[in-house]
């Protein structure tokens, strides 16, 4: 009970978030608000290709601002990327970084700041709250709508050796500003643009019900379902309208914020090893995973009543229906975002995954995220989340 006569929501943002078709026009004055000279624009070559680097650069150029690029981000970025795109940066004396691209780009400008302030490795900053030295401002780009990383203070770095996923987190590599702009979301592959979709909606229910969930992210992680589901529907049916892309994008943002303050749950712990042994798109992983990892969350009845309260907002059943009807329409919204992605038919063409169960649910059992997963899950549960979501 609060007995201050305060009360709080439970989180604290500090990105600043623009948003709207066209708005990558304000990079330039937003590299000038925040004391920038010399850019150091990180992208991938996918993305030049499309033109968005060279429009970014003109951008910069027209204000008379310098600008270096490194476009050798790879999916899911290693120590030795971070390290060769700290490299570049140190040599230009860059004073403020730009990641211009999906999760990986926007985690490798994240990766490279950390090792141009703090020194050392990225291994040295796996876990929380290592960040001693100020860092470099950055400015967040997204051009999948996806991860959310342009408003999230982790950054993902695996272990070229090991290919360990290390997350480095620190209030400090929040990017100072994050320009979300629709028309950039326009050159994905439709199988991205369904992929990424599908972890943005992963990521929404599974930071609502999380132990760690807060008031705030709570509100985000709803929000994010509301707007993002009928956005997602659209887009795997094939929508290119630049409003539906700009719904899911800022459904993808909302959803960030939330696991900024949330974290993940058991659906991503199942995800990692799924990826890890069949070359699965995380998104369609986590994606095939939610319904069974729902449902056995919902066996708590106060799980049950978040997911039945977010069906309910989104207008999947009617605002009085029971939660076990909420939970059960929430379950059949997921499979089928599953079904109209690609994400089933991708998991029906996996060879013989029923054989891996005991290994995948090791794995699983070894992640971060299973620790805030609302119910207890152990390796004989997600024995039978894989069970379930492999033998259908
Ligand atoms: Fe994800």
């Known amino acids: 009970m609060n007995t201050t006569g305060f009360d709080t929501l439970g989180g604290t943002l500090s990105t600043r978030v623009l948003f709207g078709a066209g708005c990558i026009a304000q990079l330039a004055q937003e590299v000038q608000r925040l004391g920038g000279a010399r850019v150091l624009l990180v992208s991938d070559r996918g993305l030049a290709d499309a033109g968005h680097v060279a429009q970014a650069q003109a951008i910069l150029n027209e204000a008379n601002i310098a600008s270096t690029l490194y476009l050798d981000v790879q999916e899911n970025p290693t120590d030795e990327d971070v390290s060769r795109c700290a490299d570049v940066a140190r040599n230009d004396d860059s004073d403020i970084l730009v990641g211009l691209g999906g999760g990986s780009a926007m985690d490798a400008a994240k990766g490279a700041n950390l090792l141009l302030t703090q020194g050392g490795r990225i291994q040295d900053y ?4 290592k960040v001693v030295a100020p860092m470099l401002p950055l400015i967040a780009i997204p051009t999948t709508a996806g991860t959310g990383s342009e408003v999230q203070q982790v950054a993902l770095i695996s272990d070229a050796q090991t290919h360990q996923k290390m997350a480095c987190g620190d209030p400090a590599l929040r990017p100072a500003t994050a320009i979300l702009d629709p028309n950039l979301t326009l050159s994905q592959p439709w199988e991205v643009a369904c992929s990424t979709a599908l972890d943005a909606m992963t990521h929404a229910l599974e930071s609502v019900v999380t132990t760690a969930r807060t008031d705030l992210s709570q509100r985000f992680s709803t929000e994010a379902f509301r707007l993002g589901y009928s956005a997602a529907v659209q887009i795997m049916e094939g929508s290119e309208d630049p409003f539906v892309r700009g719904e899911m994008l800022k459904a993808a943002c909302y959803a960030g914020l939330a696991i900024d303050h949330s974290m993940l749950g058991a659906a991503h712990s199942c995800a990692n090893p799924l990826t890890q ?7 369609f992983a986590v994606g095939v995973m939610l319904p069974h990892v729902i449902a056995f969350n919902a066996q708590d009845s106060s799980v049950a009543a978040i997911y039945g309260n977010v069906a309910r907002t989104s207008g999947l059943v009617p605002e009085n ?7 059960d329409a929430l379950i059949s919204a997921v499979d089928d975002l599953c079904e109209k992605s690609g994400a089933k038919q991708a998991l029906r063409a996996l060879h013989e995954p029923v054989e891996h169960i005991s290994s995948l649910a090791s794995g699983a059992a070894e992640q971060w995220t299973a620790q805030y997963n609302p119910r207890e899950v152990g390796v004989t549960d997600f024995e039978d989340i894989y069970r379930s979501a492999l033998t259908r």
């Open 277 to 283: 042994t069949f070359g699965l798109r995380h998104g």
């Open 321 to 327: 229906a029971p939660d076990k009807d909420a939970v």
């Open 126 to 129: 796996w876990g929380m709250g």
